[in-house]
C-alpha cells in the first residue's frame, strides 16, 4: 500500500522584522530568523533581530498560525560559549518553534536544558547519511535534519525511507556554496572572519567597487575579485565566485554565479518523503522573499491538490541571472 503523500512545511527566510511579515504573508507556514551576533550564519549589518523584535516576530507568526525556527547555526568560540547558550536559552524564554543547530555541544547543551525545546540539525552539520542523522536523533532528540545540497533526489529518497520518522528538510532555491555547506575557510584567509564561526562571508566592510574606464571592479579587503563591463551587473564579491586568470584563461575558477532552483522538480521531492522545502536568502530585501514565496506556495499547493505546476520565471530574481537544479539531478555524472 502506498503512503500518502505529506504536505511540505515551506521554511523561508526573514533577515528582518520587515522581511518576516512579507514571508508570512506570502504564505510562508515557516520562517527562519537569527540574533544580530555572530551566532547565526548571516551576521551581516543591518540585518537580523534584537530580543523584543524577535518577540514581536514570534507573537506575530503565531497569530498568523505560522511558526518561527531560530538559526544559531555558527559554531562556539572554544572556551566561550556563553553567547550561543544564552541565543539557545532566550529562543526557548521567547516562544520560539524551534532552534536550528550545527554544533554538537551546542545541541547537547539545548537537548540537557531545555527538554520541551524541538531541535532541528543545521545543513552546517553535514549529515548525509542515515547513521548520522540517528545518531542526533537518539543521543540528543534531534526531529528534523536539515540535508546537505549534495544529494540527489533518489538519494534523499533512500534516507527517508531509513529515518522515518524523523523529518527531512531540503533547500529548493536560492545561493549555492561550492564549499561543505557554509564550512569555507576562503573568505577567513582574506578578511580574518568566516562564515562558521563569524556568521560572515566577505563582511561588507571589506567590499569595495571601483570605476575604471572599462567598467566596474570589485574587491575583497584590498584585493581584486572580479572586473565587470559597462553593461554587465555587478555581483558581490565573494572569493569562491570570483573570476581569476589561470593558465592564461580568464574564468570562474571555482563556481559560476547561479541559483538553485527547484520548481520543476516539487512532485519529485514530495514523492521522495521531504518533509519540508527551505528557501535561501536572510540577506535579501523584502521584494524577494515575496516573489519567491508566492512562487513556491502556489507551486507546493498545486502539487498536493494533483494539479500541473504553473508557470513561474524566477530569473529576474537569481544571482547572474542563471537557474541550476544543482545536485539533485546531478546532471555531469
Not at 551576533?37 to 523584535?53: C, I, K, Q, V, Y
Not at 589561470?246 to 519529485?268: C, D, I, V
Not at 521584494?287 to 506556495?297: G, P
Request: aromatic share 8%; with cysteine; net charge neutral.
Amino acid at each position: 500500500m502506498t503512503e500518502p503523500l505529506v504536505r511540505p512545511e515551506l521554511v523561508c527566510p526573514a533577515g528582518t522584522p520587515a522581511a518576516l511579515r512579507s514571508a508570512i504573508d506570502a504564505g510562508a507556514d515557516c520562517v527562519y530568523v537569527g540574533y544580530r551576533d555572530e551566532t547565526n550564519a548571516r551576521n551581516f549589518p543591518g540585518l537580523n533581530f534584537s530580543r523584543p523584535e524577535l518577540a514581536e516576530g514570534i507573537s506575530h507568526a503565531h497569530a498568523k498560525g505560522a511558526k518561527v525556527l531560530v538559526a544559531i547555526n555558527t559554531f562556539p568560540r572554544a572556551g566561550e560559549p556563553e553567547l550561543w547558550h544564552k541565543a539557545v536559552d532566550d529562543a526557548a524564554r521567547l516562544g520560539a518553534d524551534a532552534v536550528i543547530l550545527a554544533d554538537i555541544g551546542l545541541i547537547d547543551y539545548a537537548a540537557r536544558t531545555h527538554k520541551d525545546l524541538r531541535l532541528h540539525l543545521s545543513v552546517q552539520a553535514a549529515a548525509s547519511n542515515p547513521e548520522a542523522i540517528r545518531f542526533y536523533a537518539e543521543r540528543f532528540g534531534v526531529k528534523r535534519v536539515v540535508l546537505p545540497r549534495v544529494l540527489t533526489v533518489q538519494e534523499i529518497a533512500a534516507i527517508n525511507g531509513r529515518i522515518r520518522p524523523i523529518e527531512t528538510e531540503v533547500f529548493v532555491f536560492g545561493g549555492l556554496c561550492v564549499m561543505a555547506e557554509g564550512r569555507c575557510s576562503l573568505s577567513s584567509y582574506v578578511t580574518g572572519q568566516s562564515p562558521n564561526m563569524n556568521g560572515v562571508c566577505s563582511p561588507a566592510a571589506d567590499v569595495r567597487y571601483n570605476e575604471t574606464p572599462q567598467g566596474i571592479t570589485s574587491e575583497l579587503a584590498g584585493f581584486t575579485i572580479n572586473k565587470f563591463g559597462h553593461n554587465e551587473p555587478a555581483g558581490y564579491p565573494t572569493l569562491c565566485k570570483g573570476r581569476f586568470l589561470a593558465a592564461g584563461k580568464t574564468s570562474y575558477l571555482f563556481e559560476e554565479p547561479t541559483s538553485l532552483n527547484t520548481l520543476p522538480m516539487l512532485p519529485e521531492l514530495v514523492k521522495a518523503g521531504v518533509t519540508a522545502f527551505k528557501i535561501e536568502g536572510r540577506q535579501r530585501g523584502r521584494a524577494y522573499v515575496a516573489a519567491v514565496v508566492q512562487a513556491f506556495r502556489a507551486a507546493v499547493d498545486a502539487v498536493m491538490a494533483g494539479r500541473p505546476l504553473p508557470d513561474i520565471d524566477l530569473e529576474r530574481i537569481t544571482e547572474g541571472g542563471r537557474q541550476t537544479t544543482g545536485a539533485y539531478e546531478r546532471a555531469w555524472r
